[in-house]
């Protein structure tokens, strides 16, 4: 059975994937390139969180930036303002945005469709309006500086490379908690919602509960990447999580394919690399991902990796003949 | 073949009167804007029994599965299973007490495999969430071995064993229609609600599922089948209610549905 055969490879991706990040880690010196790396996995979190809603779910989110500035100001404000010990306040943050998940949550995802879309556009705002306007906490649009560095007892992670390997095993980490998710009882039910809730809730599954407890999920692996952000930036300003931001994260999930963790990791590196390369069009960035979204939506709608797949094996198949 | 993890000798120590009906339903009805999809509809399911339900297009049928599903909420009246209410309760908690339908137009978890969608239909006897999905605890283990056993049993039991691994969507519809009732049945349950499951079938499907429907009857399912196939409900159907334009017009054997001359006028009569 598929599933057996899951579980043999399983193992072996993961260990495989460990020992890239760990070469990776080793190899690259050079700061730049540590960064763009550091950014890449930052923004693979966020991808691979809210594509356990959107891929997997099916259930659409404009407002997960929000998330993802609960838990990077909650850990500045705990830290830089009241000394609050990193760790702590990471959980802290992540508990934070749980439970707003979940007040946020419980009325929206009763939505379905644009308007849930819509819903969570509305929430995404609000919370962006928050972290402006509530200076006197958040620094409002100036930002808020002077966001303390990590460490573990003498381990600090302030080079580039200590960084890279904490945010790196953080993503292999989520990612081993996703699969486990995705081939497990409370996984298939998920993934049945997407293709019919309407049959998902006639062979039993709770579906308002699950989808409440994957949306929760997502936003905490969101808080997690605002907890990392913040602490390798330690600048942080409401301009990182805005609407802007939202819409990266749903095209980072849409370009890497819904419902693939491996994917989340391409829609990731694409996203954060294209506009390092291209810093022409950061005018007009809105503009592109509306087209990038666009174009994948109607020419690959599997995504790129399903997409690129398709046509590797098509082209193949036409060679046969 | 007796892998249903149902045994069949629940049908026979429990007979029919002593226990009263497992399914009861007492002037249910209906509305949708202005149509009257039931109006005042009152019957009783003996356990154990194979119940055709018959009626021309729109005559409310399906209604009558959403009604009992808890997909839709009566209007007004009850509806009892095994002595207790049912009605208003939530559709999850209704197949957790026992009662699995399919659907008239299939609705499979097309991007899943064959073997995958009879494993969430085992969902509602499972109790393993995320956490111990996550730290795969010992109880997720066997959980998950048993969901695997169960549904291979299952699978084989509709036939479609060697297609455990196929996209689902991409089965013949004749086997998707059997997937459906495979996956129905790992609810366990002890009511089955086949919506027009010989639709879309040639004769010798509708023939094989006659008599899988009969099996699944004997290993202890109850069974309500609706069904334009007058054939079929005739041949396997203990009881037959008929229903047009919502109401109950009769009730009773197959031999005395067919010689019933106002069935044969609403609905009979019409087909031939
Ligand atoms: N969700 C709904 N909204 C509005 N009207 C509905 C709805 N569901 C059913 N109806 C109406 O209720 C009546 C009964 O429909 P129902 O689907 O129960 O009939 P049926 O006996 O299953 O017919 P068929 O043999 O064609 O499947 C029809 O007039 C139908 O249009
Ligand atoms: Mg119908």
Redesign the interface.
């Known amino acids: 059975?598929?599933?057996m055969l899951l579980s043999r490879i399983n193992p072996i991706r993961f260990a495989f994937f460990f020992l890239v990040i760990a070469l990776v880690g080793l190899l690259v010196d050079n700061a730049y390139y540590q960064q763009v790396l550091i950014l890449i996995g930052i923004n693979t979190l966020l991808a691979v969180g809210l594509n356990m809603l959107m891929g997997y779910a099916g259930q659409i989110s404009l407002g997960h930036a929000a998330f993802y500035g609960i838990g990077a100001y909650t850990t500045a404000i705990l830290t830089a303002k009241y000394q609050i010990y990193p760790w702590i306040a990471l959980v802290i943050a992540i508990l934070l945005a749980v439970a707003i998940a979940v007040v946020v949550g419980l009325p929206t995802l009763k939505l379905s469709g644009y308007y849930l879309g819509m819903g969570t556009l509305g929430f995404g705002m609000i919370f962006n309006i928050i972290f402006r306007e509530w200076s006197s906490l958040t620094g409002g649009a100036s930002g808020f500086v002077g966001i303390p560095s990590l460490s573990i007892g003498s381990l600090s992670f302030e080079s580039g490379r200590n960084y890279f390997y904490l945010v790196w095993f953080s993503v292999w980490s989520v990612f081993l908690?996703c699969s486990?998710?995705i081939?497990?009882?409370?996984?298939?039910?998920l993934?049945?919602i997407?293709?019919?809730e309407?049959?998902?809730?006639?062979?039993?599954?709770?579906?308002m509960t699950l989808k409440l407890?994957v949306f929760v999920?997502s936003a905490a692996f969101s808080a997690l990447a605002g907890f990392l952000y913040a602490h390798y930036i330690s600048f942080i300003s409401p301009g990182s999580f805005d609407f802007l931001m939202s819409v990266r994260m749903v095209t980072m999930v849409v370009i890497g394919g819904m419902?693939s963790i491996w994917g989340a990791l391409l829609g990731a590196s694409l996203l954060t690399l294209l506009p390092e390369w291209l810093h022409a069009f950061s005018e007009f960035e809105m503009v592109v991902y509306g087209l990038v979204l666009m174009l994948v939506m109607i020419l690959m709608p599997q995504g790129l990796t399903r997409g690129i797949l398709d046509i590797y094996e098509r082209s193949r198949e036409k060679y046969r003949k | 073949m007796n892998d249903q993890g149902k045994n069949t000798e629940n049908k026979d120590c429990l007979p029919d009167s002593s226990n009263g009906p497992l399914l009861e339903l007492a002037n249910i009805s209906k509305a949708f804007g202005g149509v009257q999809a039931l109006n005042d509809i009152t019957f009783d399911v003996p356990t154990g029994i194979i119940l055709g339900v018959i009626g021309p297009n729109g005559a409310g049928k399906t209604t009558l599965f959403n009604v009992i599903?808890g997909?839709y909420e009566a209007d007004s009246g009850n509806v009892r299973f095994s002595g207790k209410e049912i009605r208003g309760k939530?559709?999850?908690k209704i197949?957790?007490q026992g009662i699995?339908?399919t659907?008239q137009n299939v609705?499979?978890?097309?991007?899943?495999?064959v073997?995958?969608n009879v494993?969430?239909?085992?969902?509602?006897r499972?109790r393993?969430?995320?956490l111990?999905?996550?730290i795969?605890t010992p109880r997720?283990k066997r959980?998950?071995q048993w969901?695997?056993k169960r549904s291979?049993e299952l699978l084989n039991f509709v036939g479609l064993s060697s297609q455990?691994?196929q996209r689902s969507g991409d089965l013949p519809f004749g086997w998707q229609r059997l997937l459906e009732i495979a996956?129905?049945l790992?609810?366990e349950p002890s009511v089955l609600l086949l919506d027009e499951p010989a639709a879309g079938l040639n004769a010798t499907e509708t023939r094989q599922l006659g008599s899988l429907i009969q099996k699944i009857r004997s290993n202890g399912v109850t069974v309500l089948l609706v069904e334009h196939d007058m054939s079929l409900t005739m041949t396997i159907s203990d009881m037959i209610i008929v229903l047009d334009r919502g109401s109950l017009l009769a009730k009773g054997t197959p031999r005395e549905i067919q010689s019933n001359e106002a069935v044969m006028a609403a609905y009979l009569g019409k087909g031939k």
């Open positions: 059975m598929c599933d908690i486990r998710i081939n497990s009882r409370a996984g298939r039910a993934r049945s997407h293709d019919s309407n049959a998902s809730m006639a062979v039993g599954v709770d579906t407890q999920l419902a | 599903t997909a939530k559709v999850h197949v957790t699995a339908r659907f609705e499979l978890f097309e991007s899943m495999t073997a995958e494993m969430v239909g085992c969902h509602v499972g393993c969430g995320f111990d999905a996550i795969k997720a959980e998950e969901i695997m291979s455990a691994d996956r129905a790992a609810s």
